[in-house]
């Protein structure tokens, strides 16, 4: 092992260099994106390192790392750099080689900034965390650091971090862009006070203010049946309960300005602009839609601001409109009309991640797909029939769906992909054998509206996980058996399809990986032991298939579990009563728990709730709570002007006549 | 800024079930790019180089001529790229565009909405549509960490074969083929104050004919372990000098010429 020179700050490239040229697809381990930051270390006085800890194909399209990115490298004497996970070819020599986890912007060891903050979309992120940490030489467990790195968990995970709390020092809930400036602050002035307290001194001062977790500050105590008796803060000096960031202007915000272009191929192929945040369509199963709430818009001309910006800076083909829902936007339709105008016949398309089942979305789908290429269509009806829709409010009859489809088989489309889910709460059999009959219905309409018998309809569908935070946060979730028969059910039923079954393709996954997300998404600190567990037996990228080893997290679980009395099924498929102390109680999204309960003993009687953006309030508690407010439009602009010209800086004689040269 | 009147922005409708509508003016030049890939972004591959280009292009706002069709395509033609982790400071690019453009303005431009690393070294205009055909061979430069001897002497066992057979694993599964009879000349290069660190490193010069299927640096440096027993210290670092029309083999300190002359002197 090569002893590596110990300056702070320093790059490691030179050894991780000797390294690439064995590993696959090199060029993600390199950085020198396009609009990528560097700074001098000497130059500044707070370091961050931000990770999304998963591979950088899937990280760097995010957002939220990009957009903090750019936020804290535009304040003077701050650093941020960017991290991902290494694959398993690449962690095996680092080993070796005892080369640190490296920023991709200047490779220096993640070990020696102030802080790394991670970006938790999904809680299969978890055991990448600890490989990074661990290569970097940084102890796995918090309370073992000294001058190490603090490190931040944030992103919809973080949402309930207590299964990761033995291996975070702080925890981030909501909307990242202030609280990192936040930290920032406390941190610097930390420094510059001469580091009073230590450590533990710099974490008091972000648990005071309220809004930063940090769980070695609270108390957990267990009922002798294993449930929770209460989370308490273990001093006086630091509130009871943390409540989440909400960004309210998002006009304020237009980030990321200048989006990063990766060299690397990643799943993303395009720029996102964020068109809102937020969601308040109530699904109940969807911890995003509850967790972002209030709907916050960009306005029309934010948004189309922010797609010219970031089309000359970046030279992207393609834009998304981003957002939870985007067809929502209640300007949508003259966002989509002007885009498709003002982009016409540069190659440029656009597009509009849908997944609301109305013909409106068919629409903006065709005035988007104007200058480009006309992919599938998307809806998400996520459950089979219209008593499971009611059930998990999603508010879709199946004449909606009927006449959306066929509005989009008519209108040039040849697949149209439909996305469920399985497991959810209530269901049998037969409300999942109803997506065979639903996927009938819509060829045949489809063949009748179309005259064609070519078009196809994809039935994709994943098991149904409940979430922190959500209605479904009490529910019990299917046990993979039962959710692989139901599967296997359908399976059957469409295959069995004489006349329309090889029109329809089916995508699902089986039950199993769902089990451990759920023990990781509704666990409690007892399943940091499991997650170690199954680390140090090898469990890396369990997001991905080729990777994720059930009877890995099987055994993590006994061992890590032993002695507790809980087990995984106690934790998943485990129905809690109201008075249960959920884990993430003591964590504040807004959201009221009394109306969470309600909403949940509505689902049971298959009571629907519509979306408080076009009807009365119905409190849900977020915006009394947090002191926020829905922010929708219109703001009365209707029409766009043209951006002005790019003049095209290469033609000959640019000199003599501009008009001429220039292209619109 | 002042709304344009609705009546004069542009009102188009797909008509339906039909390709879009594109801007399909013709291709009234084409322009020769020499492009380098240095440092750390020799890791690029080919790909990951196309769509860095076709972005600068849309960056640099270079009239592009695109490919009519269902799905138009920006007319880009690429010759013969260098390997995945292999530098170069001789790569060709052959672009269209609709409007006449200053070659030098288009390298400017272009350098400088690509990531430093990907460098774009000299622009020419077309003349003549035999540009793959000047591409006879490459001279390639590689860093060995290994002793002057060692290195010599496996290129004198190399030289005096007339067949080396060489494995590879292509995405077909493996290939096995002649590396030796495209092999024109492996020159050791003399230098002044030794290495950096160590004296176990050599830079090579090889001079590689493009033939069918290609001969790349990595077969040239398999063949020297196999025949040659050269194992290097450290991963050898390789970079394409030149690459063009063949010099007469006199020339030995130019072997490979510039495939740019005759656009040059047509200019
Ligand atoms: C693009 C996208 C993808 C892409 C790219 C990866 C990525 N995550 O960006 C792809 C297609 C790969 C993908 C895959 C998956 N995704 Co996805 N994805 C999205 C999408 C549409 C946008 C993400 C984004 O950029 N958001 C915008 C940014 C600004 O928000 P953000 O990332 O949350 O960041 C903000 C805050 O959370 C916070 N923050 C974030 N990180 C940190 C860190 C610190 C330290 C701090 C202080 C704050 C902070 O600050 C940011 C700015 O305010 C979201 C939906 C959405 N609109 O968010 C779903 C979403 C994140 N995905 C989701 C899921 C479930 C997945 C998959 C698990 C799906 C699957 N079954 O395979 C995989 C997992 C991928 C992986 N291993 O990470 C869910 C997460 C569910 C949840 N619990 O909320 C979402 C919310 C979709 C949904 N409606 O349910 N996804
Ligand atoms: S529409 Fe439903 S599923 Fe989609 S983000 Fe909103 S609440 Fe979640």
Known sequence: MNPRVAVRGASVFNELETLLPFVSKPIQYVGGELNAVTKAWDETDVRWVLMYPDAYEVGSPNQGVQILYEVLNEQDRVLAERTYAVWPDLEKLMREHAVPQFTVDAHRNIADFDLIGLSFSTELGYTNMLTALDLAGIPLHADQRDSHPIVIAGGHAAFNPEPIAQFIDAAVLGDGEEAVLLITDIVKRWKSDGEPGGREGVLLALAQTGCVYVPRFYHVEYLPDGRIHKVTPNRPDVPWRITKFTLMDLDAWPYPKAPLVPLAETVHERMSVEIFRGCTRGCRFCQAGMITRPVRERSITGIADMVENGLCKTGFEEVGLLSLSSADHSEIADIARNLADRYEKTQTSLSLPSTRVDAFNVDLANELSRNGRRSGLTFAPEGGSERIRRVINKLVSEEDLIRTVTTAYSNGWRNVKLYFMCGLPTETDEDVLQIATMAREVIRAGREASGRRDIKCTVSIGGFVPKPHTPFQWAAQLDHESTDARLHKLKDAIRADREFGKAIGLRYHDGKPGIVEGLLSRGDRRVGNVIEAAWRDGARFDGWSEHFSFDQWMRAADTGLEGTGVSVDWFTIREREYTEVLPWNHLDSGLDSEWLWEDWQDALTEVAVDDCRWTPCFDCGVCDQLSTEIQVGPTGVVDLPMPAPRLSPVLVDRTESTDQVART | ?267
């Open chain 2, 1 to 267: 800024m002042a709304g344009i009147p609705k009546d004069q922005a542009p009102k188009n409708q797909a008509p339906k079930n039909l390709p879009p509508e594109r801007g399909l003016a013709p291709t009234i030049q084409k322009l020769r790019l020499r492009y380098a890939k240095r440092g750390r972004l020799r890791f690029s591959s080919h790909r990951d180089f196309q769509r860095a280009l076709e972005r600068a292009l849309r960056r640099a706002n270079v009239p592009i001529a695109y490919s009519a069709g269902f799905s138009p395509h920006p007319k880009i033609s690429y010759s013969n790229s260098a390997p995945t982790g292999v530098a170069s400071e001789a790569e060709y690019v052959e672009i269209g565009v609709t409007e006449i453009c200053d070659p030098e303005l288009i390298r400017r431009e272009l350098d400088a909405a690509l990531p430093p690393g990907l460098d774009i070294v000299e622009v020419v205009q077309a003349h003549g549509s035999d540009f793959a055909s000047r591409l006879e061979a490459s001279l390639w430069q590689a860093e060995i960490m290994a002793t002057e001897a060692e290195v010599r002497q496996a290129i004198d066992s190399l030289m005096g074969e007339s067949e080396v057979l060489v494995e590879r694993l292509t995405k077909s599964g493996k290939r096995i083929f002649d590396a030796r009879a495209a092999i024109l000349s492996l020159v050791v290069q003399v230098q002044e104050s030794n290495a950096p660190e160590s004296d176990a490193y050599v830079i090579l010069h090889m001079v590689v004919r493009h033939i069918t299927p290609s001969v790349r640096p990595d077969d040239v440096l398999a063949a020297l372990k196999q025949v040659g027993g050269l194992v290097p210290q450290k991963p050898v670092r390789v970079t394409r000098l030149a690459q063009g029309p063949l010099n007469p083999l006199e020339e030995v300190s130019n072997p490979v010429g510039d495939p740019f002359d005759p656009d040059r002197v047509l200019a």
